[in-house]
T-cell receptor
């Protein structure tokens, strides 16, 4: 589990500000994912990436931007935060060979005032 | 897209009893079904998973069954213990080996094991 980390763990920001959540994994996993977790909705996929410079939308991508210039990092940016983006954000990674398992990071609790 | 429904939303059992959580999915292309356990304030952790070519899988006190025809799968926990108390999520994904598992999650079941 220590192989995937997120920062910051807690963040409070204001409506309209730009926020970047960081995700770093040390397993050289090909696939990385961003989910948000809200009461009553479970976890919902925001974006995912199959490799460096390859990203694709998930179920709820609006208002979010991702990039992946290095295999180990997958930052998530909220370009202009809204209160509806208050949530717990989880990053996850998955290897390419002989595994379907996704491993989750510790999460970032984001509050937008 | 895929839709996963999970029931019940809360479940209370006495220690030593069995617990069953059920999920249904809508996309017949889904073929990978993991279950995650999430303790309060912690990350989700995989406890068991099953692929569509298998009807049942067991790991000690936990088991998962899959009925592809009816599009439902279930988690069974036997001899429950207080440390089983957590929120459990089912998920489904259409996945080919070596590709990204784009998981659709259920809304979770809060399991409380009482002494």
């Amino acid at each position: 589990d220590a192989g995937i980390t997120q920062s910051p763990r807690y963040k409070i920001t204001e409506t309209g500000r730009q926020v970047t959540l960081m995700c770093h994994q040390t397993w050289s996993h090909s696939y990385m994912f961003w989910y948000r977790q809200d009461l009553g909705h479970g976890l919902r996929l925001i974006y995912y990436s199959a490799a460096a410079d390859i990203t694709d939308k998930g179920e709820v991508p609006d208002g979010y931007v991702v990039s992946r210039s290095k295999t180990e990092n997958f930052p998530l940016t909220l370009e202009s935060a809204t209160r509806s983006q208050t949530s717990v954000y989880f990053c996850a990674s998955q290897g390419r060979v002989n595994t379907d398992t996704q491993y989750f990071g510790p999460g970032t609790r984001l509050t937008v005032l | 897209g895929e839709n996963v429904e999970q029931h019940p939303s809360t479940l209370s059992v006495q220690e030593g009893d069995s617990a069953v959580i059920k999920c249904t999915y809508s996309d017949s292309a889904s073929n990978y079904f993991p279950w995650y356990k999430q303790e309060l304030g912690k990350r989700p952790q995989l406890i068991i998973d099953i692929r569509s070519n298998v009807g049942e899988k067991k790991d000690q006190r936990i088991a998962v069954t899959l009925n592809k025809t009816a599009k439902h799968f279930s988690l069974h926990i036997t001899e429950t213990q207080p440390e089983d108390s957590a929120v459990y999520f089912c998920a489904a994904s259409p996945i080919a080996t070596g590709t990204a598992s784009k998981l659709t999650f259920g809304t979770g079941t809060r399991l409380q094991v009482t002494l």
